[in-house]
């Protein structure tokens, strides 16, 4: 330690002043600077607070002088004793170094030696454990593992060597037994066993001695002495082979005992619910036709089948309502029928908890489950569903329809519970073989009724009836003609000659021709609207109701072709789909699309040029109709395009031909629309004409002393004009909508113009005159910002009418400006100003010389 004082003789050690001993330096340790509240500052303070003699604290400052020795010696003693401090701490530290270092050295060889352990370790692991699994060492010999493995393989073949030749010498024994003396006493005692595993042994013993006697003894007889050949060629053995008993009579009779036996010991465990004899029975019958006696006699027995057996008699539900709802084609359908969902809900239930029982019972379960879930279906399920659709094919196609429909639903529902319920497999879903099964049941159930192209006629058949009944007066009032027709009703009367002129006696006949139900009949004349006790030779009554186009049989067509394709969607398979709609929609093309609003725009058509040459107002009730034909052809596009073109895209080229006959057929009812508009614009022009032709000539040149209060209103010319157009826009707005009646209206508003500018040009007009032609124009105008023409019509397209009617009343000066301003138009101005009363006068003149 180089004669330093240690640390803790330091932590003791003082320091004095070199004058006295009573003037002590200040004591500190290492302690001291170690301390957590050492500061620097309050250090430096107490050692000059100690330095300074009391005397000089308390005396005034002013009589003695500062001595700085005091604080000197004190901070010279402090800086030896903090240098002795240093030394000491260096020393502690150069130790603790060393010892750390000696630490670090011994830790990674430590660390050292436990790696190369850990390596060891790890490496006699790996060789163990690729001697466990018979991999070859490293010098080329086989592992421990390997030769346990083959150890036990040999053993496992010795076992089965062992086993086999225990099963031969018991069926030698046994031979020998049924061949010398007649009698399988062995057997019998293992028969008796109690024990299971005894009487599969039995079963398994037995079929073996029945395939030994089919090759030593073909014929099944005793051969007592001799030799010879069998009845069917096979040689025979010598006399001492022969068995002295018919060893394969016995045999046989003893298996059919044994499978008896273990038949009702089966059916006694399954009594009293002891699940594991049923299944040693189960085992041991599997030896007989592969288990099929036993599977078949646990199905027979069931109660389930017991109990419907005695029910299958049972009388469909005899709810009336359920059965006029369901041929009904407005009502809703009433879904399943209440027999046949009450047997599929039992249904559910007994297979869920049976399959349970199966599981335990047998070890083949599958196979059973397979079995008693065909029974259910091929005969419990089957025999109700076909009693219910026998009933509603007796009302009508559609209730077989909806109660196809209803059926396949419902038992579909059934399938997929008892999928998702597992039930052998139970909470898991079930195996993909039982999955197969209940999907190839579901499916043969009702294969009969979608053979070939059966279902979508059942379709067509139905629709069809239903849409001839429903237009069956609608096409009769079409039928009928009547001479000289003055009204729209009465021209509607003349059409329809592309039908049958006689549509009664055609509906009549197609009823009787085909095996309709009764009440299916009755159903379809309350749908065209006829008695059921109706008189086939009685003549129908129709009336102009009966010929009006109805939105609301437009909508019934509508639903009850959305219901066959919603059916078809559920029944038919999906690549039937596209054919499937085509074959509906066609016939809602025809019998909505021609049969009846074709048929009334043509009569419509017929209506409105009729009008064309009317010495009276035209009558334009056709326009009536007109709303509810392009409410109906806005659905039938609708519905084509948004709803059945989109189930059709599967298959382009069946998409491509609806969409054509689709478009023809529109495009075709389009065409006649416009046709009619036309017609009644046209029709319309030539009354207004006839009209404008009734204006006298005295109306635009009144005399001098003519009444100014009959100056003051319109010419009658000019009112009739006004109220037939008034009275045509009113029919027209209540027919047309949107663009088509402002296109409508603009062609009206032109027509107007036109004949009115080419009617001023054959009339002199006087000054007074003038103010009669302003006050027609006004009307005219006034008349025509009336109409929704939207941006059809021009914006001021009727001002012309006023400027016109202006040049009548203003003064040579204002004319003059006029023809100024007038540009191109100024020659179509001249001929208006040419008639002019004054027209030859000197101002008019000059005005005119401008141009």
């Known amino acids: 330690m180089s004669g330093r004082p240690s640390v803790d003789a330091a932590s003791i050690l003082t320091h004095t002043t070199s004058r006295t001993a009573a003037n002590r330096g200040p004591a500190f340790t290492l302690d001291t600077f170690s301390h957590k509240d050492f500061i620097v500052k309050d250090f430096i303070e107490a050692l000059s607070d100690a330095a300074v003699p009391a005397s000089r604290k308390s005396g005034p400052s002013g009589h003695q002088a500062f001595d700085p020795k005091p604080l000197i010696r004190t901070f010279e003693h402090a800086q030896s004793r903090l240098n002795a401090l240093s030394s000491d701490l260096e020393e502690q530290e150069t130790e603790l170094s060393g010892a750390v270092r000696r630490a670090e050295a011994q830790h990674n060889q430590n660390v050292d030696t436990l790696g190369r352990k850990l390596d060891q370790a790890i490496d006699r692991f790996q060789r163990l454990d690729s001697s466990l699994n018979g991999n070859p060492n490293d010098d080329g010999s086989d592992g421990g593992g390997n030769a346990a493995v083959r150890i036990g393989e040999r053993l496992e073949e010795l076992d089965r060597q062992r086993r086999r030749a225990e099963d031969a010498m018991q069926l030698i024994r046994c031979w020998q037994e049924v061949s010398d003396r007649g009698e399988l006493s062995e057997l019998e005692n293992m028969r008796r066993a109690p024990k299971g595993e005894q009487r599969v042994r039995c079963a398994h013993i037995a079929r073996q001695l029945l395939k030994i006697s089919a090759r030593l003894d073909p014929d099944g007889t005793p051969h007592p002495n001799g030799t010879g050949r069998a ?4 040689k025979k053995r010598p006399v001492g082979q022969q068995p002295r008993h018919p060893a394969r009579e016995i045999i046989e009779k003893f298996l059919e005992s044994l499978e008896q036996d273990l038949l009702v010991q089966f059916d006694e465990n399954y009594r009293r619910q002891n699940y594991d004899g049923m299944r040693d029975c189960a085992v041991a019958l599997r030896d007989f036709n592969e288990g ?27 709810d009336a309502d359920i059965w006029d709802r369901l041929q009904d084609p407005d009502a809703e359908p009433p879904g399943v029928e209440p027999t046949l969902q009450s047997l599929v809900d039992e249904v559910r239930i007994v297979v869920q908890e049976e399959s349970t029982i199966i599981k335990r019972a047998f070890p083949y379960y599958d196979e059973v489950l397979i079995r008693f879930l065909q029974r259910i279906f091929q005969q419990s399920i089957q025999s109700r569903l076909e009693m219910v659709l026998e009933q509603a094919s007796e009302l009508s196609s559609l209730a077989f329809l909806r109660s196809l429909q209803a059926a396949r639903t419902y038992i579909a529902t059934l399938v997929d519970d008892l999928k998702s319920h597992g039930l052998t497999e139970h909470p898991e879903p079930v195996t993909s073989q039982i999955a197969g099964v209940l999907d ?20 067509k058949k139905n629709l069809e009836e239903l849409y001839s009944s429903l237009l069956l007066k609608f096409t009769i009032y079409q039928s009928r003609r009547r001479k000289n027709p003055t009204t729209y009703f ?4 003349q059409r329809g000659k592309e039908l049958a002129a006689s549509a009664r006696e055609a509906y009549m006949d197609r009823l009787d021709s085909t095996d309709l139900p009764a009440t299916q009949k009755a159903m379809l004349f309350r749908i065209a609207g006829l008695k059921e006790d109706h008189n086939e030779k009685k003549e129908i009554e129709v009336t102009e109701e009966d010929g009006r186009i109805s939105l609301a049989t437009a909508k019934r067509m509508l639903k009850w072709l959305a219901e066959g394709v919603g059916r078809g969607l559920e029944l038919s398979p999906s690549n039937e789909t596209p054919k499937d709609v085509q074959n509906l929609l066609n016939l809602l ?18 209506h409105a040029a009729s009008q064309e040459t009317s010495k009276t107002p035209p009558d334009l009730t056709h326009l009536s109709s007109l709303h509810s034909i392009t409410t109906i052809l806005h659905l039938l596009q609708q519905t084509t395009t948004t709803i059945l073109l989109p189930l059709c895209t599967p298959n382009l080229t069946i998409r491509r031909e609806i969409e054509k006959a689709t478009s023809t057929r529109l495009l075709t009812l389009e065409s006649k629309l416009s046709n009619i508009l036309n017609l009644t614009i046209t029709a319309a022009m030539n009354w207004v004409a006839k009209c404008l032709a009734q204006q006298k000539k005295t109306d635009f040149r009144p005399k001098d002393d003519a009444d100014l209060t009959l100056l003051a209103s319109e010419t009658p010319a000019c009112q009739s004009v006004t109220q037939f157009l008034t009275r045509a826009a009113t029919q027209s707005s209540a027919a047309l909508s949107g663009r088509n009646l402002s296109l409508f209206l603009a062609e009206l508003a032109r027509g107007l113009r036109s004949l009115v500018l080419e009617h001023l040009r054959k009339f002199s007009v006087s000054l007074t005159g003038g103010l009669v032609v302003s006050k027609d124009m006004t009307k005219y105008v006034e008349l025509v910002r009336g109409w929704p023409t939207g941006e059809e019509l021009e914006p001021g397209a009727m001002d012309v009418l006023l400027e016109v009617a202006n040049l009548f009343v203003i003064g040579p000066e204002a004319l003059r400006e006029r023809l100024r301003g007038a540009g191109q138009e100024a020659a179509e101005l001249r001929g208006y100003i040419g008639k002019r009363e004054d027209a030859g006068s000197v101002g008019v003149q000059a005005a005119l010389s401008t141009v």
């Open 490 to 493: 009465g021209s509607l009367a």
């Open 440 to 459: 190839q049941q579901l499916d043969e159930l009702f294969v009969p009724y979608f053979v070939g192209s059966s279902y979508i006629e059942r379709e």
């Open 292 to 318: 099929s006696s036993v599977m078949t006699t646990y199905v027979n027995q069931h109660s389930f089948f017991i109990d419907r057996n005695q029910l299958i008699t049972e009388e469909l539900s005899g």
């Open 231 to 234: 009845p069917n060629g096979v």
């Open 589 to 606: 093309l025809t019998h909505m699309g021609e049969v009846y609003l074709e048929t009334a725009l043509d009569a419509a058509s017929d």
